[in-house]
T-cell receptor, first 112, second 114 residues
Framework: DSGVTQTPKHLITATGQRVTLRCSPR?????VYWYQQSLDQGLQFLIQ???????AKGNILERFSAQQFPDLHSELNLSSLELGDSALYFC???????????FGPGTRLTVL | GENVEQHPSTLSVQEGDSAVIKCTYS??????FPWYKQELGKRPQLIID?????GEKKDQRIAVTLNKTAKHFSLHITETQPEDSAVYFC?????????????FGKGTKLSVIP
């Protein structure tokens, strides 16, 4: 157990819908990262937050957004869902001064 | 941006043999190189990492080597066991102002045959 928690574990929804994925970092970690893992694209970095502020953006679609709250948990919002958004979504956290990232158990999103 | 190539994509070894997975990166400014092990349907789990000021690091049966000149790094697993079977990912991280995003290789599926 890495100490990073994610909810829900599984999510099944329809095209065009909107969902919210939640992540709680390890105690003391200020940085949260979101990754998407699909069979064809592998593990892709989406976005990073540090202490409530956006710090880096990767291959995140405009339909996706995220935020980090004062209690440091983070939410990833996915809207206008398409079949191709079906994937495993992981969050990871780290202590700001270090690079070591610890991954949560992931949320498996299925878009039908 | 950074680009990480990983080889081979699949690797089968006999139990007790060694396994080597290689990665190359494109940006010489990258300074942190972790390796993750992922079992089917589970989270990536950090197994070892190395920073650019170190050439080699070892942890029991696992070792990582880094060649900054050639921009490649390798994972070595000795005395492989069936429980080592998983997908292994290498990654590279560029330094930046508060940004430590990882660029991952495509993964290597390791199968250890009993």
């Amino acid at each position: 157990d890495s100490g990073v928690t994610q909810t829900p574990k599984h999510l099944i929804t329809a095209t065009g819908q909107r969902v919210t994925l939640r992540c709680s970092p390890r105690s003391g970690d200020l940085s949260v990262y979101w990754y998407q893992q699909s069979l064809d694209q592998g593990l892709q970095f989406l976005i990073q937050y540090y202490n409530g502020e956006e710090r880096a953006k990767g291959n995140i679609l405009e339909r996706f957004s995220a935020q980090q709250f004062p209690d440091l948990h983070s939410e990833l919002n996915l809207s206008s869902l398409e079949l191709g958004d079906s994937a495993l979504y992981f969050c990871a956290s780290s202590v700001a001064r270090r690079d070591t990232q610890y991954f949560g158990p992931g949320t498996r999103l299925t878009v039908l | 941006g950074e680009n990480v190539e990983q080889h081979p994509s699949t690797l089968s070894v006999q139990e007790g043999d060694s396994a080597v997975i290689k990665c190359t990166y494109s940006d010489s400014a990258s300074n942190y190189f972790p390796w993750y092990k992922q079992e089917l349907g589970k989270r990536p789990q950090l197994i070892i990492d190395i920073r650019s000021n170190v050439g080699e690091k070892k942890d029991q049966r696992i070792a990582v080597t880094l060649n900054k000149t050639a921009k490649h790094f390798s994972l070595h697993i000795t005395e492989t066991q069936p429980e080592d079977s998983a997908v292994y990912f290498c990654a590279a991280s560029l330094p930046g102002a508060g940004s430590y995003q990882l660029t991952f290789g495509k993964g290597t599926k390791l199968s250890v045959i009993p």
